[in-house]
T-cell receptor, first 111, second 117 residues
């Protein structure tokens, strides 16, 4: 199938790390993406990783890629209230002219 | 600044009416896309276009129509045949090379919320 799978909800205490996991389907995907959607807004590209990389770090964000297991994760360090949003995992298969999105993980921040 | 603009932000449709959602980009992107978002269902692709005067159906094209007369513009018409049009509609664009999407993926507009009254 063509589904990108991710859990629908995650609750994390403010100040802790958040880890959002995703499995994708196409080993030919050149790029893998994480998008963030705040309430009532469009999606914003957070970060992407090239398929020949294992890890990418950008300030509080760390992306880990396990190509063998087709597993992608996004770690947000020191989670803040402004991180409350829906996070979408996505892949860009070589055989396709579209990006395939997961259903999104809603991150809820506990005080 | 370059970007992608959707209008209006909120739209109300009466039963049996056609309505058109606007999407304009000044990023010089070749490809444009329309998605529908319902709670808990993620993004569902309605139509997409890789080049001017050409477009393809996505997964849920029934009850919708599009045109791509200019590179910058990709309007979506929600027709009366769409029985459940209340949703959040997102437009996106991307740069491509030889049909492949480049590394920074899609740029999204801020969305239009359509409600049937």
């Amino acid at each position: 199938g063509e589904d990108v799978e991710q859990s629908l909800f995650l609750s994390v205490r403010e100040g802790d790390s958040s880890v959002i996991n995703c499995t994708y389907t196409d080993s030919s995907s050149t790029y893998l993406y994480w998008y963030k959607q705040e309430p009532g807004a469009g999606l914003q590209l957070l970060t992407y990783i090239f398929s020949n990389m294992d890890m990418k770090q950008d300030q509080r964000l760390t992306v880990l890629l396990n190509k063998k297991d087709k597993h992608l994760s996004l770690r947000i360090a020191d989670t803040q209230t402004g991180d409350s949003a829906i996070y979408f995992c996505a892949e860009s298969p070589n055989r396709d002219d579209k990006i395939i999105f997961g259903k999104g993980t809603r991150l809820h921040i506990l005080p | 600044d370059g970007g992608i603009t959707q209008s209006p932000k909120y739209l109300f449709r009466k039963e049996g009416q056609n309505v058109t959602l606007s999407c304009e980009q000044n990023l010089n992107h070749d490809a444009m896309y329309w998605y529908r978002q319902d709670p808990g269902q993620g993004l569902r692709l309605i139509y997409y276009s890789q080049i001017v005067n050409d477009f393809q159906k996505g997964d849920i094209a029934e009850g919708y129509s599009v045109s791509r007369e200019k590179k910058e513009s990709f309007p979506l018409t929600v027709t009366s045949a769409q029985k459940n049009p209340t949703a959040f509609y997102l437009c996106a664009s991307s740069a491509t090379r030889a049909g492949r999407i480049l590394n920074y993926g899609y740029t999204f507009g801020s969305g239009t919320r359509l409600t049937v009254v």
